[in-house]
């Protein structure tokens, strides 16, 4: 058993109460390697940014669970080597079982999501508790984040259109028989690089996809039925045109890709919304990068040249996002 104090590593229940009353989110952003933890780490000591560094089972089973956890360990060291020490959250993202969220907390992750959104609400209910009850109860409390509502794209299970939203109605009650200490609720976002169908946008003089907005109405409605609780938004990649475009013209194909605007990313982070994951935004800046040097320098072949400057650019796209989106920048 490893606890995360050990690691240098913190919980999200400060770090949530003061982005909620503060107006900003903290920036969950995932990782596999080591460029994207050093990119993240980077861009969070420079901002002075709180971070989630988030461990999704895919990333588990690419990189090893025990390198990842000594990565997390490397990254409260890189933070203070960079000269400022920032909070600095171990997470496991969308756990789907018991026994993956205690074997993560065994292993000195500081924050665990279950992932009960595909159950019925029952079970999602009993699951969620389960977890809340197993990580509250440890030496060093192991906040947890559920989910109500499901969102499409990983999490595309459910036909219904109208069930994919949250239902305000059911989250004081989800809240208190499970004890949560955060919820992801789902507005409109969705995983991925393909947020919505073209249908369901409108398209600007470019042809570019606009898609429908956020459903701020139902964000209201939960924050008026849980005042100052944390709300989670999964699905919060804006797929910056420019990426999609360099990862075309270098041979690429994504055809109908299509974010959050960063405007309305924004408007949800000056809410009780005070985590903001992002994960498709990273692939896309990096994989840009990688891509357009395969093409215009095609002798190299050294591993550094090409994902080195893939890292800069995703340090770069991130120290943005905490300034100028998620407004996390300076709360450290
Ligand atoms: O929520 C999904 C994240 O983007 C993680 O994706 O399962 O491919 O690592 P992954
Ligand atoms: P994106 O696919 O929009 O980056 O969302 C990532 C996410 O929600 C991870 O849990
Ligand atoms: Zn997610």
Known sequence: MTSYKELGLVNTKDIFKK????????????????????AIIMACVETKSPVILQVSAGARKYANQNILKNMARGAVEYAHELGYDIPIVLHLDHGDS???????????????????????????????????EFAHSQKDYITVEGELGVLAGVEDDVSSEHSHYTQPSEVVDFVSKTKVDSLAISIGTSHGRAKFKPDQCTRDA???????????????EVEKQIPGFPIVLHGSSSVPIEYVHMIEKFGGKLTDSVGIPEEQLRKAAKSAVCKINIDSDGRLAMTAIIRKILVEQPDEFDPRKLIGPARDELKKLYAHKNQNVLGSAGQA
């Open 19 to 38: 982005a909620v009353s503060g107006g900003y989110a903290i920036p969950a952003y995932n990782f596999n390697n080591m460029e994207q933890m050093q």
């Open 98 to 132: 018991f026994e993956i969220c205690k074997d993560c907390i065994e292993t000195g992750f500081s924050s665990v999501m279950i992932d009960g959104s595909h159950f019925s609400y029952e079970e999602n209910v009993a699951l969620t508790k389960k977890v809340c």
């Open 206 to 220: 470019n042809g570019i996809l606009i898609p429908p907005p956020l459903r701020f109405d139902i964000l209201e």
